[in-house]
């Protein structure tokens, strides 16, 4: 299973971004995928995560701002990120569950300037 991250870059503060998580196989019957962030030298951040139900979950720091969506029809998992700031910037990395297996995606970074 490959997973491919895009849509990271550098935004000012206040601006948007939206991350794709694009899965090489069916993500109809995941149990969740999630998004996470890490800095360097710092421990990797849980960020947002969807159920297999389609509920999502927040750090409390991003709520409000963030939102975490899939399209079954696509295999693609997303991250709309509204109103960044210079915090938010981090490497941020996919993650998708199903009852056996997980797997991660190489990250995209996003950088927020101040």
């Known amino acids: 299973v490959q997973l491919v991250e895009s849509g990271g870059g550098l935004v000012q503060a206040g601006g948007s971004l939206r991350l794709s998580c694009a899965v090489s196989?069916?993500?109809?019957?995941?149990?969740?995928a999630a998004w996470y962030r890490q800095v360097p030298g710092k421990t990797r951040e849980w960020v947002a995560s969807?159920?297999?139900?389609?509920?999502?979950s927040y750090i409390d720091s991003v709520k409000g701002r963030f939102t975490i969506s899939r399209d079954n029809a696509k295999n693609t998992v997303y991250l709309q990120m509204n109103s960044l700031k210079p915090e938010d910037t981090a490497v941020y990395y996919c993650?998708?569950?199903?009852?056996?297996?997980?797997?991660w995606g190489q990250g995209t970074q996003v950088t927020v300037s101040s």
């Open positions: 196989r069916s993500i109809s019957r995941l149990n969740y």
């Open positions: 993650k998708v569950a199903w009852t056996v297996a997980a797997y």
């Open positions: 969807i159920s297999s139900e389609d509920r999502p």
